[in-house]
């Protein structure tokens, strides 16, 4: 019986466990220890292969068995080719002794072990190479071009290569039409270019787009390898209406008959975009929260619209039965089911909170959602959950770091006309019941007045019942105008008028007793002041005061200058150094007891 299988890697081991019916590790397989980098599964899923400080192993992913020993150290990245023939190892750079760089990017051969070829790789981003369907070519990125080589052959060097000035991404087809896509940026006025070539004719694009305002791209083809989705990304929204930048998608035919931009009818960004297993249609979520989703068919025509709801992630089963849309991330965790073959009719709504991994099973009948670190250092672990909505299997792992679903062709589980029961719940979620914690009550708080009450509208979503949210708009609370904010419960003031004192009623009673207090006592300390009498001062005469008032004034401006000037003369008996601005002061103190005589001063 053909068993599904998942691979995870922990601070401390990496392990292989059977799911469903079993939920047990892959027997023969001898779990790793220590400083564990790396760890990933072929994309036929025939091996599973881990990066250790001293070297690279690989074993057969259905029963352990060791494969080969790669003797290459501290490696970071790992990738297969689509068959698994090669391996792809990546180091960091480095510099040899004679003052060259490594050559730190390594493929080899998978069965005998033995190194393929090597390269020089800078970057982290984009460091492997991409292959054909058949491995035939694999192509990698440098400066201005792309480079294709025979697998078979790379000691021969460059087979091919496609000449592009200031290329910053390709993505080879994975259909069996050989064709690649190339991206360039915005330059010196000029807009963005999307072209696909067929390998090898590059001397004219089969197809092209060119678009502003997309600083980076991310290019995904759909499994047939016929169309191209492009959604490209700006680093600064010169609107400010977003702190990420703007997106925008495309979408582009390899026959070259058809490209388009994707018309989506909700202000915001671009959240997820995925192709269906069918190459037919594709999902995008999209637009300020609650955001819209909306499937589009290989003809950007929209298909269905979902409800809107806090979501950001969408993904399609094997079989492109099922949907997931669900909000990750700094969301709530929440998944909505969809049967795509009931005009995506809900089926089931899983609550995954803290979730950051989620995968479907390749049967396509159980959701791999794990929480892992570093993004979350507690409560890390694995859930398996049937689409139903059951959580099935669960497991407490301590700093989980990647766990993934073995990939298997979706052949090997045939797709069932009706809807497949919920298998048996696993002991190890009744046992995780007996020990969680008691929940705290989900939503937001409320204050005691207010709970049992319904939800004032301004406070809701969109998808709740609230105003549609506007990017930029100064919308104001409850009809309130002017910038006047207006709290639901509190007294309303109407501009103009005077403000009502405030009533006794409405204080709690120890403000109401330490008010009464404050008054007696005032009133007790005004009895206990004897009454004076005033007694009017001759008031100066009018010719006279202003001049007394404009001598006064100088005098004591003199005197402050006078007293500075003795505070500098006790410095410079204690032996400080002066500024010349300090030194030039003293000078002047003759002067001003001159001034100050003039006004009948007298020291």
């Known amino acids: 019986m053909v068993s599904t299988q998942f691979a995870y890697r922990t601070v401390k081991t990496i392990g292989l466990t059977e799911a469903q019916p079993n939920y047990v590790p892959v027997s023969g397989f001898e779990k790793p220890t220590g400083n564990l980098r790396v760890g990933v599964y072929s994309p036929d899923g025939q091996y599973f292969a881990w990066a250790s400080p001293e070297n690279v192993s690989v074993v057969k992913a259905e029963d352990g068995a060791k494969v080969a020993t790669l003797d290459v150290p501290n490696v970071f990245e790992i990738a297969f080719s689509p068959k698994g023939t090669y391996v792809q190892t990546w180091q960091r750079p480095s510099k040899a002794a004679d003052g060259n760089a490594t050559k730190n990017l390594q493929i080899w051969d998978v069965k005998s072990g033995t190194l393929n070829y090597e390269f020089v ?86 197809a092209q787009k060119t678009f502003f305002k997309a600083d980076s791209v991310k290019m995904t083809w759909n499994k047939l390898g016929t169309s191209l989705l492009v959604l490209t990304q700006t680093e600064v929204d010169k609107t400010n209406k977003n702190y990420y930048g703007e997106t925008n998608l495309y979408l582009l035919s390899i026959a070259g008959n058809f490209d388009s931009r994707v018309v989506l009818d909700k202000e915001g960004p671009i959240h997820d975009v995925t192709w269906s297993p069918n190459s037919k249609e594709f999902g995008v979520v999209y637009g300020y929260m609650p955001a819209k989703t909306t499937v589009f068919n290989h003809r950007a025509n929209a298909v269905i619209s979902l409800p809107l709801a806090p979501r950001n992630t969408i993904i399609f089963s094997p079989h492109a039965r099922f949907m997931i849309l669900a909000g ?16 995506y009719k809900k089926l089931s709504t899983i609550e995954a909170s803290n979730a950051s991994v989620c995968e479907w099973s390749p049967d396509g009948r159980m959701i791999l959602t794990a929480t892992t670190s570093p993004r979350l250092r507690v409560d890390n672990g694995v859930k398996l959950w049937h689409y ?107 501009p103009g008028a005077a403000p009502a004192a405030p009533a006794q009623e409405q204080l709690s009673k120890n403000a109401l007793k330490n008010k009464k207090k404050r008054e007696a006592a005032k009133k007790a300390k005004e009895e206990e002041q004897p009454e004076e009498v005033a007694v009017p001062e001759p008031a100066p005469a009018a010719d006279d005061a202003p001049a007394a008032g404009a001598e006064d004034k100088k005098t004591r401006a003199l005197l402050k200058k006078l007293r500075a000037i003795e505070e500098l003369k006790v410095r410079v008996g204690k032996g400080e150094k002066l500024e010349d601005t300090q030194i030039k002061k003293i000078t002047t103190e003759d002067q001003i007891r001159r001034e100050l005589a003039a006004l009948g001063w007298d020291d």
Not at 158 to 187: C, D, H, M, T
């Open 121 to 206: 790789q800078k970057n982290q981003t984009g460091w492997n190479c991409q292959f054909t369907f058949d491995e035939k070519y694999c192509a990698r990125l440098v400066t201005n071009e792309v480079q294709i080589f025979e697998s078979a052959n790379m000691s021969k060097g460059v087979w091919n290569k496609l000449r592009v000035e200031g290329i910053s991404a390709f993505a080879l087809s994975p259909g069996q039409n050989y064709a690649l896509a190339s991206f360039v940026p915005e330059r010196k006025g000029a807009p963005a270019r999307v072209c696909v070539y067929n390998v090898p004719s590059f001397t004219q694009p089969a």
């Open 328 to 343: 990750f991330g700094n969301l709530q965790g929440t998944m909505d089911i969809y049967d795509t073959f009931q005009n």
């Open 388 to 494: 139903s909505g059951p959580l099935i299997y669960q497991e407490e792992m301590t700093e989980l770091y990647a766990v993934h679903w073995r990939p298997q062709p979706a052949e090997l589980y045939p797709l069932r006309t009706a809807l497949s029961p919920a298998p048996l719940v696993h002991s190890s979620v009744a046992s995780a019941a007996t020990k969680a914690a008691p929940q705290r009550p989900a939503g937001a708080y409320r204050p005691p007045h207010l709970r049992g009450t319904s939800t004032p509208t301004h406070f809701k979503r969109e998808d709740e019942g609230g105003a549609r949210h506007v990017m930029g708009e100064d919308r104001a609370l409850n009809g309130a105008t002017n910038g006047q904010r207006i709290v639901p419960g509190a007294h309303r003031t109407v």
